[in-house]
């Protein structure tokens, strides 16, 4: 029997071993993140029943999940359920208004300019950090306090800054970028699912 080449040894060693890690990160989030997943779940009910909006923002990756989970919420996550749009608008999206304000007021603050025009007492901010040092989520999490939004963070490794920021830190437990982002996106589809799911299933 030929041996596999060696390149091919360590590509499958290395997909085994991103997979285990992974599958091993939700297992700790179901250990670990429960009571704070049920307590965002509740927090964005009752926003939506107050005719509020949720307002998401994150950089790199964390910008494209922003996003993501917004348009769960325009469109909708589960394509058997017919229901009216659910107001989320990712912070994320406009390159105009993005590179204008990394520009003219700086990119700590861009994320802040658009809380500050968009944000209503009772929206919900989310926003999303890996490391939770991020200063311009930091900096949209304190416009959102000053105008008595609600606010909710998606973070890894030790919360960062981010934590003391909101009312509401779900960590993931890892210090892996990939992980804590791959762990994001899954709790935050279990929270707009289930949002859904309690508002028009």
């Known amino acids: ?43 964005i009910i009752e ?16 910008a494209s999940d922003a996003q993501h989970l917004a348009t769960e919420f325009v469109i909708r ?3 058997k359920l017919q229901r009216p749009a659910l107001p ?19 990119y700590d603050n861009v994320f802040a300019r658009s809380v500050e025009a968009l944000g209503n007492e009772g929206d919900i901010l989310i926003g999303l950090s890996t490391s939770g040092n991020s200063e311009s989520v930091n900096n949209a999490f304190r416009k959102a306090r000053e105008k008595g939004m609600k606010t909710i963070a998606l973070l890894g490794k030790d919360g960062g800054k981010s934590k003391d920021l909101v009312e509401l830190a779900v960590m993931v437990p890892s210090s892996d970028t990939q992980r804590i ?21």
Request: net charge neutral; hydrophobic share 40%; with cysteine.
């Open 1 to 43: 029997m030929a041996h596999l080449p060696l390149t091919l040894v360590y590509r499958q060693k290395f997909i085994l071993d991103s997979l285990k890690e992974s599958a091993e990160t939700k297992k700790k989030i179901a250990e670990q993140c429960v009571s704070e997943i049920i307590k965002a779940i509740d927090m």
């Open 47 to 62: 926003a939506f029943n107050k005719k509020k909006k949720i307002l998401l923002c994150g950089n790199g990756g964390s």
């Open 77 to 79: 996550l589960n394509p």
């Open 88 to 106: 989320a608008i990712a912070l994320t999206a406009d390159s105009s208004l993005l590179t204008a304000g990394a520009n003219d007021i700086g």
């Open 181 to 201: 982002q791959e762990g994001h996106i899954t709790i935050g589809h279990i929270i707009f699912q289930e949002v859904e799911q309690e508002m028009f299933g």
